[in-house]
């Protein structure tokens, strides 16, 4: 018994060995994803976009020239008329005297935080179911298919409602605000990451690497937890990017209809997008702004998303 352990953790040893060795190694799938964005001019253009995104929500509000909820220009409101774009008011001032500009850019913020946050709470979510039904679904023989089952069955129920339909009865059930859209949003996207963290781990299960920790008598549960997962976790950190871009969306199409911040001193270009409505006419920058905010930034995530999809595609590695 002795002998044959020494060889095995020989065996092992040797192996750990030539993984480390430079001139041996392979390039790691994310290396050489990361040289492929680098090439790509969709996942160039992301980056820009949700660098210059990042930057404006997280420094932003720190610069802006006024106070997002200041009244200052209300005397100048005349009959829905009100001030445009001015040196004074970069992009004009709204329908009660606040500047734009500086709404604007504190709302990147909120926007921000809304999508990361419901992203978050669907990927930790999601990662748990999927993980638990993929480990029982590919090592955990009858018992864990069965356990399998019932967490898929759960997560058809989900799937089988459309997205933002499940998003406005949880917002409606939980009650207008901005941590009700987070919580909605983010169940939203539970069924998504659940289901392909499953089957990536499913899918690992199957490899080679698998059957010989089992062979050397590793436990099921640390062969899933070092091992399975880790290796399971890139389509979904693509899917993350993907989601926020939803996440987003979503989170603006519940604002406007009435479910998501409930402060108007804290401005969300959701809800500048619904306040916006009835100005359309006199003052349609109003729309229009907030409405391009949400669509270039959802934009950019989504370029560089499809863009990490095809670097991390092994099918096209080489």
Excluded: C
């Excluded at 993929?134 to 023989?141: E, P």
């Excluded at 949003?185 to 289901?195: E, H, I, K, Q």
């Excluded at 950190?237 to 871009?245: D, E, M, N, S, W």
């Amino acid at each position: 018994m002795t002998i044959t352990s020494g060889k095995k953790k020989e065996k092992i040893d040797r192996l750990a060995e030539l993984a480390a060795r430079e001139d041996e190694r392979g390039v790691s799938l994310w290396k050489e994803a990361f040289r492929r964005l680098r090439r790509n001019p969709a996942a160039i253009v992301g980056a820009v976009i949700l660098s210059l995104f990042l930057l404006v929500a997280i420094l932003g509000p720190f610069f802006v020239p006024y106070a997002p909820d200041a009244q200052l220009w209300k005397s100048e409101i005349r009959l829905g008329e009100f001030p445009g774009f001015r040196g004074e008011n970069w992009f004009g001032v709204d329908h009660i005297g606040r500047d734009e500009f500086s709404r604007m850019i504190v709302g990147a913020r909120q926007t921000l935080l809304v999508g990361v946050v419901s992203t978050l709470i669907g990927l930790a979510v999601g990662s748990l179911i999927g993980g638990i039904a993929g480990a029982a679904a590919g090592l955990g023989g009858r018992w864990g298919r069965a356990v399998d089952n019932v967490l898929m069955r759960f997560v058809d129920m989900l799937l089988a409602m459309p997205s933002l339909l499940l998003a406005i009865s949880i917002a409606a059930l939980l009650g207008a605000g901005l941590t009700t859209v987070m919580i909605a949003v983010g169940v939203v996207s539970v069924p998504v990451f659940a289901r392909l963290l499953r089957g990536s781990m499913i899918s690992q299960a199957n490899s080679d690497y698998v059957l010989a920790a089992v062979s050397l008598g590793v436990k099921k549960p640390k062969i899933a937890l070092t091992h399975v997962v880790p290796n399971s976790l890139a389509p979904v950190i693509v899917q993350a990017t993907l989601t926020l871009a939803t996440a987003i969306i979503e989170a603006a199409a519940l604002s406007f209809l009435g479910l998501g911040n409930n402060d108007a001193s804290i401005p969300e270009w959701g809800v500048m997008l619904a306040d916006a409505q009835q100005y359309l006419d006199s003052a349609p920058r109003l729309a229009i702004l907030p409405a391009l905010a949400i669509i270039v930034t959802a934009l950019g995530f989504t370029l560089l998303g499809e863009a990490m999809r095809e670097a991390l595609d092994p099918k096209l590695r080489k």
